[in-house]
């Protein structure tokens, strides 16, 4: 009986183990290793801090750094900003029967790929795209204008592809808040905005964080996104990895950037776990 | 302000108008790529110049449909083998992965739990410059060493294989336990009292209960396979995935071609996730 136990331990630990190990822990080692490694003068590899002094001396990296964490950010909040109503009509304000339909119907469009999406939006936004059409056919323009490519529109792509990620953990747990709660609070007199903030919104913690964690990450490595609705300067630092990786060639480099680009997302994570009292394992289930 | 409480016609009204731009912002973009899949015209833009299935059908010289593009075919067939092998080996690999963390007890379980949940929060783009960076540092290792020479350590088909595996098992092992969690020990200790083994119980008892899960969560492993970009971008080699394919398309320019993919891809992941949907259901019921 024992041997049996131990034996079925061994056989699920092992492909386990080789999972984490080969594909998660020792390439984050190599990364690791890789970014603080160059040549000299000779062209001989050596130990050094050069990639990462080259970041910090180097103002656009610096630069396209910060502002993508901010972005990614503000991604996080506008995200919650626009998906927050939806989730709170769907459990709470409409009714039961249309509540299961409204769900199946928001999560359809996640299902079709990120480029996809991204497109449709190219086709609807660029200047030959469809808005601009309709806009100068009505008669309400008499030039096109180029709305894609640049900020705004890299915010709301970003924001429309990460909704979901926010809206699954916040419908499950404005579901398993009771009404009567809500009514307690209304009987006793609060107003709207009290019941709100005392009471919608702790409920919720839980959902919310977990949801801007997935969000944040998903904005601070996406790529596609970026540089396809960003256009030319839009400066996301996924790009100046792949730059270094594909265009220039400089894996230590790139390494360096992934390196911090992966600190920063731990970083910021860790914190939101650590403010709301969460734990990983709880936050993504 | 809830359902239950005396309407407020203002409150509600907005709600309302809300609601209603929401799912417009959110169905637009597709809604306008499925239709403009079939305008006759050489741009993937209004105005409408009449219905055509030639993006799909036309065989040159003027037009290419999607039919005759041997490079968008070839990268969905890629693509298609691609998460046929992610599927497997992330569902054998995560299932197994479940039994350890929700049956078993050893040492450092927490530990390894935790690691094996990071996956998930690495961004895409880091999990596939870390192992190009292995698999390449590997390669020349053997090669300087052994003289020999590994194709799997280069950008390949196989690499991306491994790559999206490495994220797609997290997915699998939390749904997975999610399940087993629901699973009632006494069946098991019946079947263990009446003479059966370990692995006898896990076959017959334990992975029929787990049945839906694991479809369930082979389609979406399928899906997130077939549909990822970031971390194939740095594995890829000479077999062009279908997202990477489109991505190259996008950036240089647009065809209506690429309407008439994503109206394939948007009608069959609509599909699928019905299927899914409606099997979902059944299991809650039961």
């Known amino acids: ?285 | 302000m809830i359902r239950t409480l005396p309407p407020h016609k203002g409150y509600t009204l907005a709600f309302r108008i809300y609601i209603v731009l929401f799912y417009l912002f959110l169905f637009a973009p597709l809604i306008i790529t499925c239709i403009l899949a079939f305008n006759d015209s050489n741009f993937p833009s209004l105005p409408w110049k009449g219905f055509t299935l030639d993006w799909f059908m036309a065989d040159g010289p003027d037009r290419i449909g999607l039919f005759h593009d041997r490079s968008n075919l070839s990268s969905i067939v890629v693509s298609a083998q691609t998460a046929f092998w992610v599927s497997i080996l992330s569902v054998t690999v995560g299932t197994m992965g479940a039994f350890l963390f929700e049956q078993e007890e050893f040492p450092a379980k927490r530990g390894l739990y935790f690691l094996a949940l990071t996956p998930l929060v690495i961004p895409g783009v880091i999990l596939g410059i870390s192992i190009l960076l292995t698999a390449n540092s590997l390669g020349i290792y053997f090669e300087d060493t052994f003289g020999l020479d590994i194709p799997l350590l280069r950008p390949s088909f196989w690499l991306v294989v491994l790559g999206q595996f490495s994220f797609i098992t997290t997915f699998v092992l939390l749904v997975v336990s999610a399940r087993l969690r629901k699973f009632d020990p006494s069946l098991e200790e019946a079947a263990l009292n009446l003479g059966a083994t370990r692995f006898e119980v896990i076959r017959c008892i334990t992975l029929p209960f787990l049945r839906p899960a694991l479809i369930g969560s082979g389609a979406v492993a399928f899906l997130m396979s077939f549909e990822n970009f970031n971390t194939t971008l740095f594995l890829v080699g000479s077999e062009t995935t279908l997202p990477i394919n489109l991505y190259l398309q996008v950036r240089d320019g647009s065809t209506p071609i690429i309407n008439a993919v994503s109206f394939l891809l948007i009608v069959s992941t609509s599909i699928l996730a019905v299927i899914n949907l409606v099997a979902g259901k059944r299991e809650n019921r039961e």
């Not at chain 1, 990462?52 to 990296?61: G, M, P, S, V």
């Not at chain 1, 953990?169 to 809500?182: C, K, R, T, V």
């Open chain 1, 1 to 285: 009986m024992k041997n049996h136990i131990r034996l079925s331990l061994y056989i699920f630990l092992t492909p386990v183990l080789l999972w984490l190990l080969l594909l998660i822990v020792i390439p984050h080692i190599e990364l690791l290793i890789m970014s603080l490694k160059g040549t000299d003068d000779l062209g001989d590899p050596v130990w050094t801090l050069a990639n990462y002094r080259h970041f910090f001396t180097e103002q656009i990296y610096w630069y396209t750094f910060v502002r993508t964490a901010v972005y990614a950010m503000l991604t996080t909040v506008l995200t919650f900003v626009v998906t927050f109503p939806v989730a709170f009509y769907i459990t709470k304000v409409v009714s039961v029967r249309l509540s299961g339909f409204l769900t199946i119907v928001l999560l359809m469009p996640f299902w079709v790929s990120e480029l996809v999406r991204v497109y449709g939006w190219m086709i609807l936004l660029r200047e030959s795209g469809v808005i601009n059409h309709l806009l100068i056919s009505s008669g309400l323009m008499n030039t096109p204008i180029e709305m894609l490519y640049n900020d705004i529109s890299m915010m709301m792509g970003l924001v429309y592809t990460s909704m979901l990620f926010m809206a699954v953990p916040l419908i499950s747990s404005l579901e398993g808040m009771d009404d009567s709660i809500i009514e307690a609070a209304h009987d006793l007199g609060a107003s709207p905005p009290t019941i709100f903030c005392k009471i919608i919104i702790p409920y919720a913690a839980p959902g919310i964080t977990s949801g801007s964690i997935v969000v944040f990450m998903l904005a601070l490595g996406n790529y596609l996104t970026p540089t396809l609705m960003g256009g030319k300067n839009s400066l996301w630092f996924t790009e100046q990895i792949y730059n270094e990786f594909i265009a220039s060639f400089n894996w230590n480099q790139g390494a360096a950037f992934g390196f911090l680009l992966l600190a920063l997302s731990s970083i910021i994570i860790w914190a939101g776990l650590k403010l709301t009292r969460q734990e990983l394992g709880r936050a993504l289930s």
